[in-house]
């Protein structure tokens, strides 16, 4: 594979196209790893203050293409919401050398290099949904503020204007124009998001970040949301990064999807693909967890020993390693490298370790480990 695209400087990486043309957003070897001062056991004595990287986001690259949704799914835990704040700047990488790295190129641009016009593009142009959308907002605040905040800080719209466009937009969720006098308190769960949802698209942006946008609702509410948002995607073009634990979510919106486990892609590539086919293990115990196994489906559940374990010094080699129920072998060259993504069908990337995939030998010897 060669490194670079004709038109750009966006380098390689495993599971992305590196087109600039199509992608509004590409992320390339992310890392973002936490400092933490934990409890350390040694010889049966408690040695606190032991310093430890907690490895949130390492070495994750992935493209998100105009007007489509990228999914990002895993476990609590796995760096999800992490990876949403870097591309939002609500977190940053540290610069004074430590081990964050990692590059995010908007249009084709790296972020490092955008001129302050080109920033103030890339602020108005990114914006995001929470689970709860009013846990960072003053209660007192009424929906015309709400929503009108962001305007008020990015343009030099009349309090007018800024009236009429939060109007346009109440009535673009589904809400009325008349309602932008009440609190946030006055509405129920799904009119709060979609007054989240109003905020965000304020400034017109085309990519939005929705974490978790409806794993607060009622599931009656969910669909609801979620139609709303793939009208709003068709209507204004919009790209999504849509993270989620709730597979069905990520089924029902994403054209493109990555599964990660502590802080690494362990698969990648068409939803649908991804589905059809999950090939790595992990992804097979997300769904047969997530999904009823459906009767007409030949698809043995997986079950992974265990919890996730911690993010704080994870094995250098594969992460997966220490909670596969296959045998690891110590030798491998993956014990202490970590593999990158395979092609294993088109645009179907995966992890492929000895231990890593559901091919049917390794299934046959989960089947003999559960006898014992
Ligand atoms: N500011 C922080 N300081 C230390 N650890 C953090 C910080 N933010 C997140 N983490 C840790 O990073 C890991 C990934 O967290 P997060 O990105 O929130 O995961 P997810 O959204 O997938 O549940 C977790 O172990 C979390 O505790
Ligand atoms: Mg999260």
Redo the contacts with the bound molecule.
Sequence with gaps: MTSKTKNSSVPYAPGCNSNSDNSILQVRNLRKW?N?KSAFRFAGRDLFGTTSW?K??DDVSFDIEYGKTFGLV????????????LILQL?KLSTDGSVDAGNIFFKGEDLKNLSDAGKKEYRTSIQAVFQDPWSSLNPRMRVRDVIGEPLKIATKMTRSQINSRVSEVLEEVGLHSYQSNLFPHEFSGGQRQRIGIARALALQPELIIL?EPVSALDVSIRAQIMNLLVDLQKEHNLAYIL?AHNLATVRYMCHQMAV?YL?VIQEMGDTEAIFNDPMHIYTNALISAALPSHPDIEREEIILPGEVV??IDPPSGDVFMTRTPLEVDEKHEYFSTRPNLVEKSKNHWVIDTPWSLATKENRVKMASLELD
């Design positions: 936490f933490v907690l949130a986001v895993g476990e609590s835990g796995c760096g999800k919401t992490t990876t949403g704040k977190e974490d993270i990660m802080g911690s993010p």
